[in-house]
């Protein structure tokens, strides 16, 4: 048997990078002379990370497997289209944070499964 830790550590992993990568996304958004101060693509950055840090944590709570393989792709294109929006930003830090992210996703899927299968007879 596997530990909850161990069944939840893609899931915490990407949880951690979605922080990491809205902690550099609201330096860049309110510091100075970082080329991105103020504009509307750190912006999105920041509500990007935010949202999958959300999503990271449903998907430890997530039980049925409909939900987590749909929670899976939109967790996918959103580390997708949040690390092309930091690449156009210049933030190689929220690059490095989506990839890490997608290792945690990636991991997340080999976790074992807790579904309820039906028997045939």
Known sequence: ???PLS???GAIVLLIASLAGLAVALYAYFTPLTGVTGTLGA???IVACFIL???ALLLMQVK???ASITLRVLIL???AGTFFAAMLLHQWWICVAMVVGLIGLILDLFRPAHYARPTHT
Do not use: Q
Request: glycine share 12%.
């Open 1 to 3: 048997m596997s530990s």
């Open 7 to 9: 069944s939840k550590s």
């Open 43 to 45: 912006l999105v950055a």
């Open 53 to 55: 840090a959300v999503m």
């Open 64 to 66: 049925a497997r409909g």
């Open 77 to 79: 294109l959103g580390l």
